[in-house]
Nanobody, 121 residues
């Protein structure tokens, strides 16, 4: 089994920063892409940012220039640095990872339980 655990969420004021972390643990052979998604009140879950094993990144237009995704492959950890936060960034943030648990088995996507980020105006 594979577990993803997020941390770092909280309540901040507009303009402030937060750093989210997500650690993958369990029966891990390799991890390919990792990413962050979010789901605001009454909204669909949406992509925030993704990062490949070698560090290529992709992010939503709404967070470009404010959020930065990074990872530490040795620690099976992905980070999301969020600067200049806005009230519209308020959401539950989820991490995911494409994991192989054995070299003979294909990749499967795992999700964390989510961490709440609330930005007050």
């Amino acid at each position: 089994q594979v577990q993803l655990v997020e941390s770092g969420g909280g309540l901040v004021q507009a303009g402030e920063s937060l750093r989210l972390s997500c650690v993958a643990s369990g029966s891990i052979f390799s991890i390919n892409d990792m990413g962050w998604y979010r789901q605001g009140p009454g909204k669909q879950r949406e992509l925030v940012a993704t990062i490949t094993y070698i560090g290529n990144t992709n992010s939503a237009d709404s967070v470009k220039g404010r959020f930065t995704i990074s990872r530490d492959n040795a620690k099976n950890t992905v980070y999301l640095q969020m600067n200049s936060l806005k009230p519209e960034d308020t959401a539950v943030y989820y991490c995911n990872a494409d994991v192989r648990t054995d070299w003979r088995i294909g990749r499967k996507t795992y999700w964390g339980q989510g961490t709440q980020v609330t930005v007050s105006s």
